[in-house]
């Protein structure tokens, strides 16, 4: 009986305890509804930037010519070696000239013919067919000549540089595809100034891009320096495997400094925009995430703005956000522990 009074008196006192404290948990919410934390902010305002797209790639020369005359014939004489530089117009090969010699003698018989049957058909002495026939023969020895001599004597179609050689003096020319390049030629050819990039661009900017647009080129090798160059040509498809296309870059190269294969850093200013940058500082990442965020100040309330992160230029950073636009109250200070809908204050300057 004793044992059965001790107990309902403890639960009795156990119940007295309970009801006379108070709710822990709503003590401590109360608090952190109560906790105010000082931030500092900034107005927001549109900036102008200049829109870039940066890439890499391979030079290769503005213009390269496996030169070869149309037909096989003994080489005379190669007047260039590998290395050298040469002008528009410079003779670089000579080939036999037996049969441009042959074409020079049928052709001055067939000026004669042709000028004597000229003679005989103002006279009425001969038929038209006869006037036509010599004609035609003229015309045909003239363009045999013509293109014999451009294929007896090489000349440079381009100032450049002589990247190979591929025969000696007297060896005969054979029109074969030789093993270095897989195409019939006696000597390569480079133009290497200018320079060119082809640049792989997303589909995305193709309605950006346009002849012209500027671009600045840098190389590991000449770390103080930047080469210019423009846009000149873009490619009218998109590659279905990679969805880019093709823009060919054309880069200044006046020192010749730049050479073919060399791997380079092409930016290409895209566009002038108006767009909202902020301090890069006020931007919160969440952890174990890609998640970027914000906090604004609305009416000494933070409030968490989830963002997509855009281009960056020194300190600042270009924010995305549907609900953040220019005049909203920034917070870039004191944000580091915020919770969405804490009280604030704004400290003030």
Do not use: W
């Amino acid at each position: 009986m004793k044992v059965t009074k001790f107990v309902t008196l403890a639960l009795f006192l156990a119940t007295a305890v309970t009801a006379c404290s108070p709710d822990k948990s709503k003590s401590e919410s109360i608090k952190a509804e109560k906790e105010v934390r000082t931030v500092r902010t900034m107005r927001v305002e549109n900036k102008a930037i200049n829109r870039t797209l940066s890439y890499t790639a391979t030079l290769i020369p503005f213009e390269e010519l496996n030169y070869a005359p149309a037909q096989p014939g003994r080489i005379n004489k190669i007047h260039v070696e590998v290395g050298d530089q040469v002008k528009k117009g410079q003779t670089l090969v000579e080939m036999d000239r037996t049969q441009l010699t042959q074409a020079l003698l049928q052709l001055e018989d067939a000026r004669t013919m042709y000028s004597r049957m000229d003679t005989l058909r103002k006279l009425n002495s001969i038929s038209e067919q006869q006037y036509d026939q010599a004609k035609t023969a003229y015309d045909l020895a003239t363009s045999n000549v013509k293109h014999l001599q451009e294929n007896t004597t090489l000349t440079a179609p381009f100032s450049g540089i002589v990247t190979a050689k591929y025969y000696e003096d007297g060896e005969i020319y054979s029109g074969a595809p030789n093993p270095q390049t897989g195409k019939a030629a006696i000597i390569t050819l480079m133009q290497i100034e200018p320079m060119k990039a082809m640049v792989y661009i997303s589909e995305k900017y193709y309605p950006d891009f346009k002849k012209g647009m500027k671009a600045t080129i840098t190389s590991d090798i000449y770390p103080d320096e930047q080469f210019e160059g423009s846009v000149f040509k873009v490619y009218p498809t998109i590659e279905q495997s990679t969805r880019t296309f093709v823009t060919e870059v054309k880069i200044a190269n006046p020192d010749e400094k730049l050479r073919p294969g060399m791997f380079v850093r092409v930016a290409l200013e895209l566009k002038t925009d108006k767009t909202i940058m902020i301090p890069a500082i006020a931007v919160l990442k969440q952890e174990g995430t890609n998640n970027r965020y914000i906090f604004i100040n609305e009416n000494n309330v933070a409030r968490r703005i989830d963002v997509t992160i855009g281009d960056r230029v020194n300190d600042k950073i270009e924010v995305i956000a549907d609900d953040f636009t220019v005049g909203k109250e920034l917070i870039i200070a004191g944000q580091a522990k915020l919770m969405d809908n804490d009280p604030i204050t704004v400290a003030r300057q």
